[in-house]
T-cell receptor
Framework: KNEVEQSPQNLTAQEGEFITINCSYS?????LHWLQQHPGGGIVSLFM???GKKKHGRLIATINIQEKHSSLHITASHPRDSAVYIC??????????FGQGTRLTINP | SQTIHQWPATLVQPVGSPLSLECTVE??????LYWYRQAAGRGLQLLFY??????ISSEVPQNLSASRPQDRQFILSSKKLLLSDSGFYLC????????????FGSGTRLTVV
């Protein structure tokens, strides 16, 4: 079993829908990252969380430390949101352990 | 502002040839530096990390090595590439302390033929 599990692995939705991607982890962490990887491969850091909730534009990330669970939400989804979203947890000397990623496709 | 440069963007190399990928960081000092690899259809995996000049930790035994000759330079190398070395290689840096974010390079797509 992977230390970081994401669900779903693939998600297709229509433009405007509310999107939720989930991440569960089984190890102790100091922080959790949500990353976005576009088709070219480049990765952008969206959020870093250690507790509670963060919001940036249409993106919202939450974390429940006790339940070892985090969610990434996208409101009013748009085709340009299509990408792979990756959950990663920080262990030890800031080493990241990655989930397998969720491939999101938003159709117009 | 801090920036990270990684090159080349794509590379096709024959089996048995050497490899050198370079990553440099600007606008920060004493960063933690990382090399990650993403094999086709798989998640990212940490290969090496460095907390200072000449300090390299390897996470996974493999055909690769890393070096940090300067504070803001991180190099990934191989003496003889294998087909299994193909993948997408990402360099990243972070500040010291768990509450610093990560910044990723643009990546190098390596194909070993």
């Amino acid at each position: 079993k992977n230390e970081v599990e994401q669900s779903p692995q693939n998600l297709t939705a229509q433009e405007g829908e509310f999107i939720t991607i989930n991440c569960s982890y089984s190890v102790g962490i100091s922080a959790l990252h949500w990353l976005q990887q576009h088709p070219g491969g480049g990765i952008v850091s969206l959020f870093m969380l250690s507790s509670g909730k963060k919001k940036h534009g249409r993106l919202i990330a939450t974390i429940n430390i006790q339940e070892k669970h985090s969610s990434l939400h996208i409101t009013a989804s748009h085709p340009r949101d299509s990408a792979v979203y990756i959950c990663a947890v920080v262990q030890g000397a800031q080493k990241l352990v990655f989930g397998q990623g969720t491939r999101l496709t938003i159709n117009p | 502002s801090q920036t990270i440069h990684q090159w080349p963007a794509t590379l096709v190399q024959p089996v048995g040839s050497p490899l050198s990928l370079e990553c440099t960081v600007e606008g920060t000092s004493n960063p933690n530096l990382y090399w990650y690899r993403q094999a086709a259809g798989r998640g990212l995996q940490l290969l090496f990390y460095s907390v200072g000049i000449g300090q390299i930790s390897s996470e996974v035994p493999q055909n690769l090595s890393a070096s940090r000759p300067q504070d803001r330079q991180f190099i990934l190398s191989s003496k003889k590439l294998l087909l299994s070395d193909s993948g997408f290689y990402l360099c990243a840096w972070s500040g010291t302390g768990w509450n610093y974010g990560y910044t990723f390079g643009s990546g190098t797509r390596l194909t070993v033929v």
